[in-house]
């Protein structure tokens, strides 16, 4: 008897041990990805891509963005700008940020922080959202004005793990 209670005992710790590195995987801090991988990405889901020249936006230039790619999709619109440093995607997060609460007239709106790992805001309603994201030194900014393309924009976020 006393040899079954052991083994159980060995079994619940094995199985708490699996159990505590699965929640601690889940809780790791999200990565960014390269402005190339969220290119791929972005037309596995069927969105166009194009580059943004740095001259085509004012918060650009002097807002420490050193790359900008732009997918779109009917009225789904994802904008992903690599920066210099953390400080610089802030300032571009933010910048965004303002933004989002003018875009959709919603009655949800979420913003959460992360410390220096990660900044999210979103506004949404069942047929529109505006949303900036922050990783690191890299900032994605979406937004979509249908059904369908919100699931787009959904599908997207998803697929890069912001």
């Keep these: 008897m006393h040899r079954g209670f ?3 005992k060995l079994m619940l710790a094995v199985l708490g041990a699996l159990l505590l590195a699965i929640v601690l995987t889940g809780c790791a801090s999200p990565e960014p990805v390269a402005a190339d991988e969220f290119t791929e990405i972005a037309k596995n889901l069927s969105f166009d891509i194009r580059e943004r020249t740095l001259e085509e936006s004012e ?3 002097g807002g420490g963005v050193i790359g900008s790619v732009v997918a779109y999709r009917g009225t789904a619109i994802a904008i992903f700008d690599t920066c210099i ?8 997060f933010d910048f965004f940020s303002n933004g ?5 007239p919603s009655p949800r709106s979420e913003r959460e922080s ?10 949404r309603s069942s047929d529109a959202v505006a949303a900036a ?3 690191d030194n890299t900032v994605v900014t979406v937004s979509a004005e249908t059904a369908e ?3 787009a924009v959904d599908a ?6 912001y």
């Design 6 to 8: 052991s083994s159980r």
């Design 59 to 61: 918060y650009l230039a």
């Design 85 to 92: 440093d953390e400080e610089s995607a802030r300032i571009v």
């Design 100 to 104: 989002v609460e003018e875009l959709f």
């Design 114 to 123: 992360h410390g220096s790992v990660r900044n999210y805001h979103s506004r």
């Design 133 to 135: 994201i922050r990783i």
């Design 149 to 151: 393309d919100v699931a």
């Design 156 to 161: 997207l976020i998803a697929a890069i793990g």
